[in-house]
């Protein structure tokens, strides 16, 4: 549990420094899914490995807050392209970021991330086969 919250922690700190970067530096694109109950920005450059994060509208079957995270908990999930993925303890949104939409059926890509959408959930993975599946009442790290 205590690798989970640094990793979700480290993962927050780099989206954070994504989103303080200059247009010039990062890229940022993004998507809305499953009817506009969660969004997914990626975000490339600043010399940080590309990541997605993607967060919902609900905060389906949490596992309890980790102590050591005093914001928000439960509705944000995280990747690189590589490794594994994490529920993120988080002071801020990625909702209101994109506007394209990802209908069911689609499926979005960026090198080695992958997501698909269908009427019962968004799966997202990486090269390494980790990912996460959201769903509406349930959401599921893997």
Same mark, same amino acid.
């Given at each position: 549990m205590a690798?989970?919250?640094? %990793?979700a922690s480290l993962l927050t700190t780099i989206v954070g420094c994504l989103c303080l970067a200059s247009?010039?530096?990062a890229k940022v694109t993004g998507? %809305?899914?499953?009817?506009g109950d969660v969004t997914c920005l990626h975000m490339t450059g600043s010399g940080l490995p590309a990541s997605l994060r993607c967060?919902?509208? !609900?905060?389906a079957n949490a596992p309890p807050k980790p102590s050591s995270c005093t914001l928000d908990w439960g509705n944000a999930f995280a990747m690189e392209r590589r490794g594994r993925?994490?529920?993120l303890c988080h002071g801020d949104? %990625?909702?209101?970021?994109?506007?394209?939409?990802? !209908?069911?059926?689609?499926v979005w890509e960026r090198r080695d991330l992958r997501c698909r959408s269908t009427r019962r959930?968004?799966?997202?993975?990486?090269?390494s086969g980790h990912g996460f599946v959201l769903r509406a009442r349930r959401h599921t790290v893997f």
């Open positions: 690798r989970r919250a640094i %990793v247009v010039a530096e998507f %809305v899914a499953q009817g967060d919902t509208r !609900r905060d993925a994490a529920r949104t %990625v909702h209101g970021s994109a506007t394209r939409r990802l !209908r069911y059926g689609q959930r968004l799966r997202c993975a990486n090269r």
